[in-house]
């Protein structure tokens, strides 16, 4: 999962890798390179290995398109757990019923007004 990321910051690590919208309900967090993105990923990774987030468990991200979501995908897959991402737009008891019957571990927020 993280080799084309891992790759893309050795190689072009300078380059952008993603552009967030600038409003978003979040706060924009403008142009990412790889560098970037791979090094968010990478702290987001090390902060489930505290949490004692094995492998195959479920980490469930309720977030708006963005570029957070992008670096959740290999901070959670790319680390081999599972990345169960839930609309931000959802009534708290659908995102409720979400985390629950998916078995998520860890349920993340990453929504949020600035």
Do not use: K
Not at 91 to 97: G, H, L, T, V
């Amino acid at each position: 999962m993280t080799d084309f990321l891992e790759r893309a910051a050795a190689v072009y690590p300078r380059r952008v890798g993603a552009v967030d919208e600038p409003v978003q309900p979040a706060g924009s967090q403008g142009e990412l390179t790889y560098a970037d993105i791979a090094d968010l990923a990478r702290r987001q990774a090390a902060i489930l290995d505290e949490l004692d987030i094995a492998a195959g468990e479920r980490v469930a991200i309720v977030s708006h398109n963005s570029t957070r979501l992008l670096t959740s995908f290999y901070g959670v897959s790319g680390w081999d757990r599972v990345l169960v991402p839930i609309n931000f737009r959802l009534r708290p008891d659908e995102i409720s019923f979400i985390v629950e019957h998916s078995g998520a571990r860890l349920a993340c927020n990453l929504f949020r007004h600035q």
